[in-house]
């Protein structure tokens, strides 16, 4: 019997401070090696996919739900930047922007209205009914809403074409100088959660029935739909030409610049004020995510520890057994994909603000949402510690293969003849270990700790 004994201890403390103490050396012999500002902007995006990790580990560790839509959660957060930071752009309002919000409320009334055709109306008549009905305000949505959309596309499409935001602050500033308005880009980032929990609600009420493995197909087919419309859809995101200058919540490196203190203090810092002020703005940037990522770390370490975690994870170990029990495994299921979907939007929130630009085009939901799922299988699913030292882990890695891959294939082509075949083709290839290098790493986890680097107790 010891044979088949399970191990629940889980990792210990000693283990989860070294991984931890191994991600910061890192970090740190980054700075030391390459320069501090590389170090830097490895920690503020492992710090966001930490946030991504944790939200998947949510849906995935706690409540084995397969989610492989999680790009759209991300770029539905980066949305929530654009519509929160961006002022209103008054020329586009005036020229269809009551048509594009009226076609919209016509496009969702009739939705609505079939939905209660459907279900109330008489039996026999009510399949022609929801027909017709979905028919004729179809016609009516795309007479309303077209002419609204390319109003608002035609003025100024170079530059604006689009709608804007909500952000009507203006002058007003703070003590040291950044204007309020681009503080009230911090409340993007809460408005992206509640805006991918609102997709999510959605998507939950429809998918949510489905097997796992039609799940993940369902999610990965709603993401793209998403990401199509961002791209496409220049009225509300300018489409492929991006929203630009969003505002930021740290002071920007040229104001930094021209700052006698600064200069006084960068001078006593021993560095020149162009690298001193970089660093300054990504250290900003750095507590600030911080800051995000320890608070859902608290509150997903009392959700799993809680009456609440024990269920859900009951329910994920055998769903049969919670309904005999009386638990509603559909509405707990939409519950813990709604929480995991919103912190998928803030992460993707926080992205944008610090890209400083919406690009729709490089939201690319296979890529991408494989990486973030290799960060929660590396660094141990079921456990929140664990999701957020795989975000660190692998991106610290995803970063460092280039590098790394162009020095390897530089030491092996060393010798060889300037003409070489071999030599050239070795060169063109080494941008594309990332994703081998990715697998090869997941491949090595699952044969020697398959529950990852720090596996759930």
Same mark, same amino acid.
């Given at each position: 019997?010891?044979?088949?004994?399970?191990?629940?201890?889980?990792?210990?403390?000693?283990? *989860?401070?070294?991984?931890?103490?191994?991600?910061?050396?890192?970090?740190?012999?980054?700075?030391? !090696?390459?320069?501090?500002?590389?170090?830097?902007?490895?920690?503020?995006?492992?710090?966001?996919?930490? !946030?991504?990790?944790?939200?998947?580990?949510?849906?995935?560790?706690?409540?084995?739900?397969?989610?492989? /839509?999680?790009?759209?959660?991300?770029?539905?957060?980066?949305?929530?930047?654009?519509?929160?930071?961006?002022?209103?752009?008054?020329?586009?309002?005036?020229?269809?922007?009551?048509?594009?919000?009226?076609?919209?409320?016509?496009?969702?009334?009739?939705?609505?209205?079939?939905?209660?055709?459907?279900?109330?109306?008489?039996?026999?008549?009510?399949?022609?009914? *929801?027909?017709?009905?979905?028919?004729?305000?179809?016609?009516?949505?795309?007479?309303?809403?077209?002419?609204?959309?390319?109003?608002?596309?035609?003025?100024?499409?170079?530059?604006?074409?689009?709608?804007?935001?909500?952000?009507?602050?203006?002058?007003?500033?703070?003590?040291?100088? $950044?204007?309020?308005?681009?503080?009230?880009?911090?409340?993007?980032?809460?408005?992206?959660?509640?805006?991918?929990?609102?997709?999510?609600?959605?998507?939950?009420?429809?998918?949510?029935?489905?097997?796992?493995?039609?799940?993940?197909?369902?999610?990965?087919?709603?993401?793209?739909?998403?990401?199509?419309?961002? %791209?496409?859809?220049?009225?509300?995101?300018?489409?492929? %030409?991006?929203?630009?200058?969003?505002?930021?919540?740290?002071?920007?490196?040229?104001?930094?610049?021209?700052?006698? /203190?600064?200069?006084?203090?960068?001078?006593?810092? /021993?560095?020149?004020?162009?690298?001193?002020?970089?660093?300054?703005? %990504?250290?900003?940037?750095?507590? $600030?995510?911080?800051?995000?990522?320890?608070?859902?770390?608290?509150?997903?370490?009392?959700?799993?520890?809680?009456?609440?975690?024990?269920?859900?994870?009951?329910?994920?170990?055998?769903?049969?057994?919670?309904?005999?029990?009386?638990?509603?495994?559909?509405?707990?299921?939409?519950?813990?994909?709604?929480?995991?979907?919103?912190?998928?939007?803030? =992460?993707?929130?926080?992205?944008?603000?610090?890209?400083?630009?919406?690009?729709?085009?490089?939201?690319?939901? $296979?890529?991408?949402?494989?990486?973030?799922?290799?960060?929660?299988?590396?660094?141990?699913? &079921?456990?929140?510690?664990?999701?957020?030292?795989?975000?660190?882990?692998?991106?610290?890695?995803?970063?460092?293969?280039?590098?790394? =891959?162009?020095?390897?294939? &530089?030491?092996?082509?060393?010798?060889?003849?300037?003409?070489?075949?071999?030599?050239?083709? $070795?060169?063109?290839?080494?941008?594309?270990?990332?994703?081998? *290098?990715?697998?090869?790493?997941?491949?090595?986890?699952?044969?020697?700790?398959?529950?990852?680097?720090?596996?759930?107790?």
């Amino acid at each position: 019997m010891s044979g088949n004994r399970v191990d629940t201890a889980g990792a210990s403390p000693a283990r *989860t401070a070294a991984m931890f103490a191994l991600v910061l050396v890192l970090i740190v012999g980054t700075g030391l !090696v390459q320069s501090w500002n590389s170090a830097l902007i490895i920690l503020n995006m492992g710090l966001i996919s930490a !946030v991504m990790a944790l939200g998947v580990n949510l849906q995935w560790g706690i409540a084995g739900l397969f989610n492989v /839509g999680v790009m759209g959660f991300v770029a539905l957060g980066g949305l929530a930047v654009v519509l929160m930071g961006m002022p209103p752009v008054g020329e586009t309002w005036a020229a269809g922007g009551a048509r594009v919000l009226g076609g919209l409320s016509v496009g969702a009334a009739v939705i609505v209205g079939a939905v209660m055709v459907w279900n109330r109306g008489p039996k026999r008549w009510r399949g022609w009914m *929801t027909f017709g009905l979905l028919v004729v305000g179809f016609v009516v949505f795309r007479a309303v809403y077209d002419a609204g959309v390319e109003a608002i596309e035609s003025i100024n499409p170079a530059s604006t074409g689009y709608l804007g935001g909500l952000n009507f602050g203006g002058s007003p500033r703070t003590e040291d100088g $950044l204007p309020l308005a681009d503080l009230f880009v911090l409340l993007a980032w809460p408005a992206g959660g509640l805006l991918a929990a609102g997709a999510a609600w959605i998507i939950g009420k429809t998918a949510l029935g489905l097997r796992s493995d039609y799940l993940a197909i369902a999610t990965l087919g709603i993401a793209e739909i998403v990401i199509a419309v961002l %791209k496409n859809e220049d009225w509300l995101t300018r489409g492929v %030409k991006n929203v630009t200058g969003l505002p930021r919540p740290v002071p920007y490196e040229v104001t930094l610049q021209q700052d006698p /203190g600064f200069i006084e203090r960068a001078a006593g810092w /021993g560095t020149d004020v162009t690298t001193a002020s970089t660093i300054t703005v %990504k250290l900003g940037y750095s507590l $600030l995510f911080a800051s995000v990522l320890i608070v859902l770390l608290i509150l997903a370490q009392l959700a799993l520890n809680s009456p609440w975690g024990r269920m859900m994870r009951a329910i994920r170990d055998n769903e049969t057994s919670a309904r005999a029990m009386g638990k509603d495994v559909k509405a707990r299921h939409l519950q813990v994909f709604i929480l995991g979907s919103a912190i998928c939007g803030i =992460a993707g929130a926080m992205m944008t603000t610090l890209d400083g630009q919406l690009t729709p085009s490089s939201y690319q939901p $296979l890529r991408f949402t494989f990486l973030v799922w290799v960060m929660v299988i590396v660094g141990g699913s &079921g456990n929140n510690l664990g999701a957020v030292l795989g975000g660190f882990v692998i991106w610290f890695l995803w970063v460092q293969v280039d590098p790394m =891959a162009q020095w390897l294939v &530089g030491a092996v082509t060393s010798g060889m003849a300037e003409d070489s075949a071999l030599a050239a083709h $070795l060169t063109n290839s080494a941008q594309h270990l990332k994703l081998l *290098t990715m697998g090869v790493i997941l491949l090595v986890v699952l044969r020697f700790s398959p529950r990852g680097l720090l596996p759930e107790r």
